[in-house]
Each structure stands twice: as C-alpha cells, then as structure tokens.
C-alpha cells in the first residue's frame, strides 16, 4: 500500500508517526522493551501527549530477530494466528554510547536511541537499515490526536533499504516477473488463474540475493510495494495497531529458507508413488466407469507407468459438490472399481473442496448444526457462484471438523487414498461471523491452512504420515506442512508453460518444498506440440499430474508421437525415483525445495539472478524447457563440468558460465548434471511405488573430489555412499541397511563397478 506523495510529503489526510527516540529501554532475560515516542521528550510537558510505539524485539531462533511493535495495546485481537514454532531464548543485548545492541549468532541489529534508526549486520557487514519514516504507525484520515477515533484507517509500516543490485524473491505463487523489484503486491488469495495479477498462494514472506529474508507474521492482507513508492525500500504494511516480523539471516538464500521454515514448519514428505505420473478425468468432461477403465488400459497398453488416478469434481452428482457421495449413474460400484484399480497397483485420488452446494445431502446437516459461515445476523452465509447455493465448512469449528473429516473418512474406507483439495480463495470477509469469533479479514487467506490441515491430519490418523499427501491448490504461510500443491489454472499454451514456471519457482523460494503444474494446459485444448513440450516439462517437476477443463488430457488423443513422448518421459522419471525420494527427504529435513531456482542454486553467479525458465530439480539437475515450436532451447549452464543425461555430452563451462540455443526432438530436453555428483537411479524400475533397494546403480559424474549420497525408500535409509578421490583412485564407503549388489557407474569415465558394503579401492 502506498502512503506517499513523492519524496517528501504523505497523501493528503495522510500522517505518519516513527520513533523519535529509545525513551525507555529495558533489557530483560528473553526480550527487550522499548518506548519510543514519536516526538522527542525535552521536558516533561512533552509527555502529556501524542503518540507512543511499544517495541519488542526477541531472537527466537539463532540468526533470527523478531520485532513486534503496536500503539494501543488494548485492541483485541480474536486471531488466528499463524502456528508458527517461537522457543523462548535468553536474549543478548547491550547498550553503549546511545547504541542499543541486539545479536543473534553473527547477525546484529543496531539501534540508535537518540535518532532512532534500525540497522541490520552479518557480522560487520550491513544488510539492511530503516531510518527516518521508514518505521511508522499510519493514519489515512487524520484529523489530530482529540479527534483520533476511527481504528478503520490505522497501519503499521516498516521500510527496508535495498542496496545497489539486491533482488527480491518469494512472496507466494506470483505469475508475473520472477523478480519482484517493481511490483506491488498484496497478501490477498484470489482465484483468478495463471495469466493476472493475482494468486491463489500469498505468503508474507520474502528473501534477496544478499543472503537474508523478512518473514511478516500477519495472516490478514499484507501489501508490500517492492521497490515501487520508493525505489530504493522493501515496504511492507499491515492494517490495525500492530505489527510483527522477523528478520531472518543467511548468509545464503538456502539457508534463509531452512531457516524461516524452522519458524513456520518443514514440508512433510509425500510418499514415494506420488513421483510417479498422476492422470486426471479432467475437469467437466463426461466420464464413468467404462471411460476410467479405458485410460487406466489405455496406459498400461502403451507402456506407460502410471501411479496415481485422479477423478475430478464429476465423480459426485452435478449440482451436489460436495458430498462425498458417488454418482451411481455412472459408477454404480465404486468400492468395486476402486478395488479393481488397486489390483493394478494404481493409487486413487478423489477431488473434494469445502464448499457445500444447498443440494447437497450434507446441507441440513450442516445448517442444523452450525458447521457453516454465518452471517452476522445469524443465517447462513450463501451464494451461487460455483455452486449454487453453497455454503461454507467453518472449519474453526472443532464439530464442524470433525463432521468434515468423517465423511472424507467413509471415502478411505472405501479405498480412495488421497484428496485433491481444490478451491479455499474466495473466503468471504463482509457481513461473515466464525465459530471461534475469529477476525474475518485474517480468516480469508487462513481459511486454506485450517482446509487443508483438516484433511492432512485425517490421512496421517488413517494411512500415516509417510502415506499422507494432499494435491492442494490454495495456501499462506505453514501450508508446505501439507503437500503437494499444484498452479492452478492455466492455459495451453507457451506463454502460460512459462508463467506456470515462474509461479512455482517462485512458490519454492517462498518455503514451500514441492510444486506440480496441469501437463499441457488447464483451460482450452493445447497443440500437439505444445502438449509434448509441456509432457517433458512436468515430468521433470517434482510431481505429475495429466489434468485440463473440458478436454481429456491422455497422449493419445493428441497424436501417436505424443504417446512416445509420454511413455519416454514417464520411465525416464521413474528410472530417477531414487535420486528424486531422497531429496524429497532432504526437502523435509531441510526445508530447501526440490524443484529450485537457478538464482537459489547458484547465488553468487550474477548471470543466474533473473533465470526464470530454467531450473534445478534437486541439487544435481539442471532442467531447461522448451518454449517454442521450432524446437529451439535457449538456456545457460553455470562454470563447472556438465553431463548431458540423455546423451552424454560433456561441457566444460569457463568462469563466465556460457548460454546455448539448440534444436531439440520432442524426446529431447536440456537436462544437465552438475560435476561432483551422484545420482542414484534404478534401471528397471516399473512403477514410482516399487521397491529399488537391491537395484540401485549410482551414476558419477565428474568425481573430482569427496562426494557423498544417502538414498531411501519409502522413508526408511537404504545405503548411504561416499567416495573419497585421489587421482585415479577412489575410495568407496558403502554403509547399507539390506545385504544388496550395487553398481557404481562412473559416467564420465567409461567404467562401471559392481560393490557391496562395506570399503574398497575402485581403480579408474
């Protein structure tokens, strides 16, 4: 939100209030209180009135400084909050020369107590700084202190310098340039597909290339103005009396997002089938039980791998979304059928949301018994737009919970395995009252997290955590605690392939550690070629999925080298389920995203700052899609040894790093591998889910120095390897959990070698 008019005066109506000066400090065990008039205090007549800030500053975790601020202390606050981890630690501050110390590990912030400026150090090197009116308590429509009685106009804002170069990340799933120097963004979940300005994912928090991020912890709408108001400044602003972020230390980007996901919660790991191809009914298209079945087939007489069924909204009866309950006019036995598609070793998603239509059976219910958003007068909340006369699962409620979980409950019993979770944006904040009293412009970008983790628990309850996954479209911050997540709606076209990309590369430097995106478009019907693009594309992202609209999405009705495309792209993913589950481990250990920017990967090459359609799919692969019909593919490889994976090619790349544009077939991809690597693969792997621990082969590429992989299964460790290289000689470490033969191919090198646990000399 902007509140300036130009450099120097504030909107008309409009005054700000910063600290003039530390009047009060006091240093106690786990925090620091601060009194900061916004006038200076020469006598005490100066006390008599105006407007007082109370500061608080915490280091909750190492390298991480929280400051909260507010004006009247006494505004109630009925939530939610984000749950978000805060341990109490003893706080480390000083005061000295009318500088007020505060540390955290090796980052510092420095206050001046006699003018009143924040300044933010790596150890003595400055990161960022607010002076002057960057930090103020706002009104909109001020008329004087006596006159001070509308709260409707109040905000808090907080201005970060940017130094010369810096570049900003994050944000959520945003569709438009990666980075977000320029742009103006508001913390608002809006349903409004792949091609505008708006996102079904807004996360308050952003990250730069200088190795720190900011975390503002409000679930309610946010708006920062990235270099905007003043191009100079990160601006963040919130609504009401108070504000609460975190300064959150590096030194690098990967580290600011392990970091910021300690605060906000790790993405949980999805069970190794969903790396596997999921495919969609599609949206509204006519289907039963015989068209199921004929794709199910259909696959499996192509040779292609398919783990995951999906039915989409039309498996319930129209005008009856959502509840729960099979449409017998085209599957008139569900269990049966679901039996039958597990016989063939498919997993079965079903599409729900939390929207329940006036026909549908469970609306008495829930109206008799208070499971949905009423209105202030005590009715129902209602509208027709998606379904006609839906209402809405209060899901701050604990009865309503409840009563929503026990009819997914009946689905799992009757063999479904896993929800897509679609919808949760168009949360309705005028003329609304919840359950728990909670605050209703808060509860619409909230309302996804308590969606999407009702149904998360309800699977851990029932399948476990290593089975449970969701395939979620809407989120805020702590929504990577419940993966997957998918971009939403997008056309079938390059131009929407691209903004795909940079919506997700965006979601992933946002903490979120998993991303899939509709293969060959959502709305419309893609070309041929477009759709064999997009195929190879999504089955180099972390997860897969084949869904559109109105049309089905199955290679075949495309063309016949479609199907080729497919099925080549499919086995080559599953040959690399190894390599891909376990830096999914790593992914909820550490926080760092599978599917990661360029700019993320490689922070201190300048050339890879703005790359924003191509990307590094774990630590060792580089994958760079095609976005044009004559084949072309432009892309560029970082300084270092690089290995073609799909035909060997090896390029040594100088220290500028180098750009390339070539002709590519429709089963052809730039996908690269970094020097220094391993990738653990297995051959012959048939299907996502399938046990590989006595198949492994581990693919080396440019070994010129130690290099250790660890690989499991289903989320238990399977072998841990490390070689150690002198010259021609390596040194292996094998440390495994079964009694199993492994290969070790050293793909640079011509030479592969069979090994078992233990140690050896490999000659090379």
Not at 454 to 476: I, Q
Not at 626 to 633: E, L, V
């Given at each position: 939100?902007?509140?300036?008019?130009?450099?120097?005066?504030?909107?008309?109506?409009?005054?700000?209030?910063?600290?003039?000066?530390?009047?009060?400090?006091?240093?106690?065990?786990?925090?620091?209180?601060?009194?900061?008039?916004?006038?200076?205090?020469?006598?005490?007549?100066?006390?008599?009135?105006?407007?007082?800030?109370?500061?608080?500053?915490?280091?909750?975790?190492?390298?991480?400084?929280?400051?909260?601020?507010?004006?009247?202390?006494?505004?109630?606050?009925?939530?939610?909050?984000?749950?978000?981890?805060?341990p109490q630690r003893e706080i480390k501050a000083k005061e000295s020369d009318g500088l007020l110390t505060i540390e955290s590990g090796s980052l510092r912030l420095v206050i001046d107590e006699n003018t009143w400026s924040m300044a933010y150090f790596r150890?003595?090197?400055?990161?960022?700084?607010?002076?002057?009116?960057?930090?103020?308590?706002?009104?909109?429509?001020?008329?004087?202190?006596?006159?001070?009685?509308?709260?409707?106009?109040?905000?808090?804002?907080?201005?970060?310098?940017?130094?010369?170069?810096?570049?900003?990340?994050?944000?959520?799933?945003?569709?438009?340039?990666?980075?977000?120097?320029?742009?103006?963004?508001?913390?608002?979940?809006?349903?409004?597909?792949?091609?505008?300005?708006?996102?079904?994912?807004?996360?308050?928090?952003?990250?730069?290339?200088?190795?720190?991020?900011?975390?503002?912890?409000?679930?309610?709408?946010?708006?920062?103005?990235?270099?905007?108001?003043?191009?100079?400044?990160?601006?963040?602003?919130?609504?009401?009396?108070?504000?609460?972020?975190?300064?959150?230390?590096g030194p690098t980007m990967k580290d600011v997002i392990s970091r910021y996901t300690d605060i906000t919660g790790k993405p949980a790991l999805t069970p190794q089938w969903t790396f596997g191809l999921w495919l969609s009914t599609s949206f509204t298209t006519?289907?039963?039980?015989?068209?199921?079945?004929?794709?199910?087939?259909?696959?499996?007489?192509?040779?292609?791998?398919?783990?995951?069924?999906?039915?989409?909204?039309?498996?319930?009866?129209?005008?009856?979304?959502?509840?729960?309950?099979?449409?017998?006019?085209?599957?008139?036995?569900?269990?049966?059928?679901?039996?039958?598609?597990?016989?063939?070793?498919?997993?079965?998603?079903?599409?729900?949301?939390?929207?329940?239509?006036?026909?549908?059976?469970?609306?008495?219910?829930?109206?008799?018994?208070?499971?949905?958003?009423?209105?202030?007068?005590?009715?129902?909340?209602?509208?027709?737009?998606?379904?006609?006369?839906?209402?809405?699962?209060?899901?701050?409620?604990?009865?309503?919970?409840?009563?929503?979980?026990?009819?997914?409950?009946?689905?799992?019993?009757?063999?479904?395995?896993?929800?897509?979770?679609?919808?949760?944006?168009?949360?309705?904040?005028?003329?609304?009252?919840?359950?728990?009293?909670?605050?209703?412009?808060?509860?619409?970008?909230?309302?996804?997290?308590?969606?999407?983790?009702?149904?998360?628990?309800?699977?851990?309850?029932?399948?476990?955590?290593?089975?449970?996954?969701?395939?979620?479209?809407?989120?805020?911050?702590?929504?990577?605690?419940?993966?997957?997540?998918?971009?939403?709606?997008?056309?079938?076209?390059?131009?929407?392939?691209?903004?795909?990309?940079?919506?997700?590369?965006?979601?992933?430097?946002?903490?979120?550690?998993?991303?899939?995106?509709?293969?060959?478009?959502?709305?419309?019907?893609?070309?041929?070629?477009?759709?064999?693009?997009?195929?190879?594309?999504?089955?180099?992202?972390?997860?897969?999925?084949?869904?559109?609209?109105?049309?089905?999405?199955?290679?075949?009705?495309?063309?016949?080298?479609?199907?080729?495309?497919?099925?080549?792209?499919?086995?080559?993913?599953?040959?690399?389920?190894?390599?891909?589950?376990?830096?999914?481990?790593?992914?909820?250990?550490?926080?760092?995203?599978?599917?990661?920017?360029?700019?993320?990967?490689?922070?201190?090459?300048?050339?890879?700052?703005?790359?924003?359609?191509?990307?590094?799919?774990?630590?060792?692969?580089?994958?760079?899609?095609?976005?044009?019909?004559?084949?072309?593919?432009?892309?560029?490889?970082?300084?270092?040894?690089?290995?073609?994976?799909?035909?060997?090619?090896?390029?040594?790349?100088?220290?500028?790093?180098?750009?390339?544009?070539?002709?590519?077939?429709?089963?052809?991809?730039?996908?690269?591998?970094?020097?220094?690597?391993?990738?653990?693969?297995?051959?012959?792997?048939?299907?996502?889910?399938?046990s590989y621990r006595e198949g492994i082969c581990f693919n080396v590429y440019s070994l010129h120095e130690n290099a250790e992989t660890t690989v499991f299964e289903n989320g238990e460790k399977v072998c841990k390897l490390k070689l150690e290289r002198k010259?021609?000689?390596?040194?292996?470490?094998?440390?495994?959990?079964?009694?199993?033969?492994?290969?070790?191919?050293?793909?640079?090198?011509?030479?592969?070698?069979?090994?078992?646990?233990?140690?050896?000399?490999?000659?090379?």
């Amino acid at each position: 939100m902007k509140f300036l008019n130009g450099c120097w005066l504030w909107k008309e109506g409009t005054a700000g209030f910063s600290p003039a000066e530390a009047y009060e400090v006091d240093i106690r065990k786990d925090e620091v209180y601060i009194l900061a008039p916004t006038h200076h205090i020469n006598h005490k007549g100066d006390t008599l009135g105006g407007i007082n800030l109370s500061i608080r500053i915490t280091t909750p975790f190492p390298e991480v400084i929280r400051v909260e601020a507010y004006h009247f202390k006494g505004k109630k606050d009925n939530g939610p909050q984000f749950d978000i981890s805060i341990p109490q630690r003893e706080i480390k501050a000083k005061e000295s020369d009318g500088l007020l110390t505060i540390e955290s590990g090796s980052l510092r912030l420095v206050i001046d107590e006699n003018t009143w400026s924040m300044a933010y150090f790596r150890g003595n090197d400055l990161l960022t700084k607010s002076t002057g009116r960057d930090f103020a308590y706002i009104k909109t429509d001020w008329k004087g202190d006596a006159y001070n009685k509308n709260d409707k106009d109040a905000f808090f804002r907080q201005q970060l310098d940017l130094r010369v170069g810096e570049l900003v990340y994050g944000l959520g799933e945003h569709f438009g340039p990666f980075v977000k120097n320029g742009q103006s963004i508001d913390m608002w979940n809006e349903d409004g597909g792949t091609s505008t300005d708006q996102s079904y994912k807004n996360i308050p928090f952003y990250l730069t290339n200088r190795g720190y991020g900011v975390f503002v912890n409000h679930p309610e709408k946010v708006s920062f103005e990235v270099a905007t108001e003043q191009v100079s400044k990160v601006a963040f602003s919130v609504p009401g009396e108070r504000i609460d972020y975190f300064v959150i230390n590096g030194p690098t980007m990967k580290d600011v997002i392990s970091r910021y996901t300690d605060i906000t919660g790790k993405p949980a790991l999805t069970p190794q089938w969903t790396f596997g191809l999921w495919l969609s009914t599609s949206f509204t298209t006519n289907y039963d039980e015989k068209t199921v079945m004929s794709f199910v087939d259909g696959m499996e007489e192509r040779g292609i791998p398919l783990s995951v069924f999906h039915f989409d909204c039309c498996w319930m009866r129209e005008f009856h979304w959502t509840d729960f309950i099979w449409d017998k006019r085209v599957f008139p036995d569900p269990k049966g059928l679901l039996k039958r598609m597990h016989e063939k070793g498919l997993k079965i998603c079903v599409w729900i949301n939390s929207y329940i239509a006036q026909e549908s059976a469970l609306f008495d219910e829930g109206m008799e018994k208070g499971y949905f958003l009423k209105t202030k007068e005590g009715d129902v909340w209602q509208w027709d737009m998606w379904q006609p006369g839906m209402a809405l699962v209060d899901f701050t409620n604990p009865d309503a919970k409840k009563w929503f979980q026990s009819g997914l409950k009946k689905l799992l019993d009757m063999g479904v395995d896993c929800f897509k979770t679609d919808f949760g944006e168009r949360i309705p904040v005028d003329n609304v009252r919840w359950f728990s009293g909670a605050d209703p412009e808060k509860m619409h970008n909230y309302y996804t997290y308590l969606y999407n983790q009702a149904v998360y628990e309800l699977l851990v309850e029932e399948r476990g955590e290593n089975e449970a996954v969701l395939f979620a479209r809407s989120a805020t911050a702590g929504g990577q605690k419940f993966p997957v997540h998918w971009g939403g709606d997008c056309w079938s076209s390059y131009e929407s392939m691209a903004e795909s990309l940079r919506g997700g590369l965006s979601l992933t430097s946002s903490g979120f550690g998993y991303w899939s995106h509709d293969i060959g478009g959502f709305e419309d019907a893609s070309t041929p070629d477009v759709y064999k693009r997009w195929a190879a594309f999504g089955l180099l992202s972390s997860h897969s999925r084949l869904h559109g609209s109105t049309s089905y999405r199955v290679p075949w009705v495309y063309d016949e080298e479609a199907v080729d495309v497919v099925r080549f792209f499919s086995k080559l993913k599953c040959r690399l389920i190894p390599y891909l589950y376990s830096q999914a481990v790593n992914t909820s250990v550490s926080g760092i995203p599978m599917t990661r920017s360029m700019a993320l990967e490689f922070s201190s090459d300048r050339n890879a700052l703005y790359l924003d359609r191509q990307y590094m799919l774990g630590d060792s692969l580089l994958v760079a899609p095609i976005f044009r019909d004559d084949g072309i593919a432009e892309y560029y490889l970082p300084k270092g040894i690089w290995t073609n994976m799909l035909t060997g090619e090896v390029r040594k790349i100088s220290e500028c790093g180098c750009w390339f544009s070539e002709k590519h077939s429709y089963l052809s991809i730039p996908l690269w591998v970094r020097e220094n690597s391993i990738v653990a693969i297995s051959p012959d792997q048939k299907r996502a889910g399938d046990s590989y621990r006595e198949g492994i082969c581990f693919n080396v590429y440019s070994l010129h120095e130690n290099a250790e992989t660890t690989v499991f299964e289903n989320g238990e460790k399977v072998c841990k390897l490390k070689l150690e290289r002198k010259e021609n000689r390596v040194k292996y470490i094998c440390e495994a959990a079964v009694d199993a033969a492994y290969k070790i191919n050293f793909v640079n090198e011509g030479k592969e070698v069979e090994i078992i646990s233990g140690e050896d000399i490999i000659e090379l």
